[in-house]
């Protein structure tokens, strides 16, 4: 018996006719039937039990043009294209019109296939087209890194190259010391033995000094007591003339317009006054860039602000001071006179004067009523990298490169003294608010205090390991801060004359260092181009970046509402 599918329409009410004629004994029968029949097929086929069952292989019908058309229908989801295409279709088969449905062809298939194929191929060609992409970036940016690290390999290699000449050079020159010490300790040697037997000649000269003296004593009774009066030896006599001649000789010369240094510390306002928080600690997220202006051709070395007004004076490596209004940025006043660069300027007490020096190792002081400069100091014999003025305003003390410090008085235009004691070039100076304590850092890495009464070191702070570039007291005098070459910021208690705490910003040179009118807050100049803010309680850090340079310089406005830096890309900006 054959067996086939046909599609019946039904109508809605129609029953559904059936042959009862079949039972479960003729499909049993079939069903036999079938079995027996396989396995003859088996049999004459020849093909055993043993053997491996062979794999299935299926085989593709073509598809009826009617199913090819609903599956079209029903992947684009045309749902009243299909209804419509059924209730036509299956019309025609009852009325006749169609016997036999057609089978789609199998180019239709194919194209079909090949197509989904050729989506995907595309899918995945463009999926590759991007990892080559992403390939080729990745490749650019190893080999930009592979040439960076080149680069830095043969940079590396030519320094150690260098560091190894050096160290054969420095090799052999402490060779050749090897001779000269030997002679040195040779003669330390002999010396010391010199020493040893003139200490021994002095005991024995000694000795017989106090045998005489007892004799010419015991002598002396005897004479009084014969004569009762006894006149001086004309020795003691030649004695005391010498002395007082001596003593002459030592009095220091006074010059008649000599000013008189004070012989009391004055009184520091500040001291016990509540004074204003700069905003930064304030306002949240602290200073910001308000203004910025170019204030000189080359790169701007110091800053002053004026005692009483909202102004500012730069100097520079281009031998000039200029004058400004801030936060405006004007220029108020330039001035000329230097051959050389400027390295430090100071205004005067009053306001009415600025004290600058510089490289060509004179300190000018300039008066701006008169406009122009009306002193000039000099005495030192290198180059003078700071100024400061005596809160009484007669004294400008300097230093220098020539590793001493010198009082200059402005009346008598003379130097009433030289500070020396330092090893190395003097690199800053300040003067303790209202007294007679000047306070010096040098590239000996020690910090000195002296007396300007007396011309005495008072006190030396030891600690730093690197040059100090930089000191400062806090308004009340209570704090110093000073700054090193390598970045190293301590503050100091001058009571005490102990170390308070110490801040890391290595490795760019800190070049100078100062506080705000409370004494909370440090503006730390870097050489990496920002201003670092630190907050001494919290011991928190913000940086303040802007500056293309190392910012050289930097002051707070006196009720702390605006920061000023300068730097070495020639500008000044203002923070508030």
């Given amino acids: 018996k054959q067996w086939y599918q046909r599609r019946v329409a039904i109508t809605a009410g129609e029953e559904i006719k059936y042959d009862d004629d079949l039972s479960d004994s003729e499909a049993e029968e079939d069903l036999e039937t079938a079995l027996r029949s396989m396995q003859q097929t088996f049999q004459t086929e020849g093909i055993e039990e043993s053997k491996e069952i062979p794999k299935a292989t299926v085989s593709r019908r073509p598809e009826v043009v009617d199913d090819f058309i609903r599956n079209f229908l029903i992947r684009y989801k045309m749902a009243r294209t299909l209804d419509s295409f059924?209730?036509?279709?299956?019309?025609l088969q009852q009325s006749g019109g169609l016997d036999n449905p057609e089978l789609v062809p199998?180019?239709?298939?194919?194209?079909?296939?090949?197509?989904?194929?050729?989506?995907?191929?595309?899918?995945e060609i463009e999926k590759m087209r991007r990892g080559v992409n992403k390939a080729g970036t990745q490749y650019i940016k190893m080999k930009k890194e592979?040439?960076?690290?080149?680069?830095?390999?043969?940079?590396?290699?030519?320094?150690?190259?260098?560091?190894?000449?050096?160290?054969?050079?420095?090799k052999k020159h402490y060779q050749s010391y090897e001779p000269a010490l030997e002679e040195l300790k040779n003669k330390y040697e002999t010396a010391m033995r010199e020493k040893m037997l003139t200490k021994i000649e002095c005991e024995k000269n000694l000795g017989k000094i106090v045998n005489l003296t007892s004799t010419l004593s015991n002598y002396e009774s005897v004479r009084a007591s014969t004569n009762e009066t006894v006149t001086k030896p004309t020795k003691e006599v030649e004695l005391e003339g010498l002395v007082q001649q001596d003593d002459k000789s030592k009095k220091q010369f006074v010059h008649p317009k000599d000013s008189a240094i004070p012989t009391e510390n004055g009184v520091n306002p500040y001291l016990n006054s509540s004074l204003p928080v700069t905003c930064h600690l304030t306002r949240p997220g602290g200073y910001r860039q308000t203004e910025s202006f170019k204030a000189h051709d080359l790169a701007v070395s110091s800053m002053a602000l004026h005692p009483f007004r909202d102004v500012v004076a730069t100097v520079s490596?281009?031998?000039?001071?200029?004058?400004?209004?801030?936060?405006?940025?004007e220029l108020l006043l330039t001035g000329r006179g230097h051959s050389m660069w400027i390295g430090g300027c100071a205004f005067h007490p009053d306001g009415t004067k600025l004290a600058t020096g510089s490289g060509d190792t004179s300190v000018k002081v300039w008066d701006f009523s008169a406009g122009e400069c009306v002193r000039t100091f000099n005495d030192h014999s290198h180059p003078v990298w700071s100024v400061a003025w005596h809160h009484s305003g007669n004294f400008l003390a300097s230093s220098s490169m020539d590793n001493s410090s010198k009082l200059f008085d402005v009346a008598s235009e003379r130097c009433r003294c030289t500070f020396?004691?330092?090893?190395?070039?003097?690199?800053?100076?300040?003067?303790?608010?209202y007294s007679n304590i000047l306070c010096t850092c040098s590239a000996?890495?020690?910090?000195?205090?002296?007396?300007?009464?007396?011309?005495?070191?008072a006190q030396t702070f030891y600690g730093h390991v690197n040059a100090i570039n930089n000191v400062n007291f806090n308004t009340s005098g209570s704090a110093i801060v000073s700054c090193d070459a390598y970045g190293i910021v301590k503050l100091w208690d001058v009571r005490q004359v102990v170390e308070i705490s110490s801040y890391d910003f290595e490795p760019h040179?800190?070049?100078?260092?100062?506080?705000?009118?409370?004494?909370?807050?440090?503006?730390?100049?870097?050489?990496?181009?920002?201003?670092?803010?630190?907050?001494?309680?919290?011991?928190?850090?913000?940086?303040?970046?802007?500056?293309?340079?190392?910012?050289?310089?930097?002051?707070?406005?006196?009720?702390?509402?605006?920061?000023?830096?300068?730097?070495?890309?020639?500008?000044?900006?203002?923070?508030?």
């Fill in 317 to 329: 490596d281009d031998t000039t001071w200029k004058m400004w209004s801030v936060p405006d940025g």
């Fill in 420 to 433: 020396r004691g330092h090893s190395d070039s003097v690199n800053s100076l300040t003067f303790l608010p």
């Fill in 146 to 170: 592979r040439d960076y690290h080149r680069m830095h390999h043969r940079r590396i290699v030519q320094e150690k190259e260098k560091l190894f000449t050096d160290i054969r050079r420095l």
């Fill in 444 to 457: 000996d890495k020690t910090i000195s205090m002296w007396d300007i009464r007396t011309g005495l070191c």
């Fill in 106 to 123: 199998d180019c239709y298939v194919q194209n079909e296939e090949l197509e989904n194929k050729v989506k995907f191929l595309q899918k």
């Fill in 86 to 91: 059924q209730r036509e279709w299956y019309e």
């Fill in 509 to 576: 040179p800190a070049n100078s260092a100062t506080f705000d009118t409370s004494g909370s807050c440090l503006a730390i100049c870097s050489n990496d181009g920002t201003v670092k803010m630190l907050e001494i309680e919290k011991n928190k850090v913000t940086e303040l970046a802007g500056h293309e340079d190392g910012v050289q310089a930097a002051v707070f406005s006196r009720g702390g509402e605006m920061l000023i830096s300068a730097s070495s890309d020639t500008t000044v900006k203002i923070w508030s």
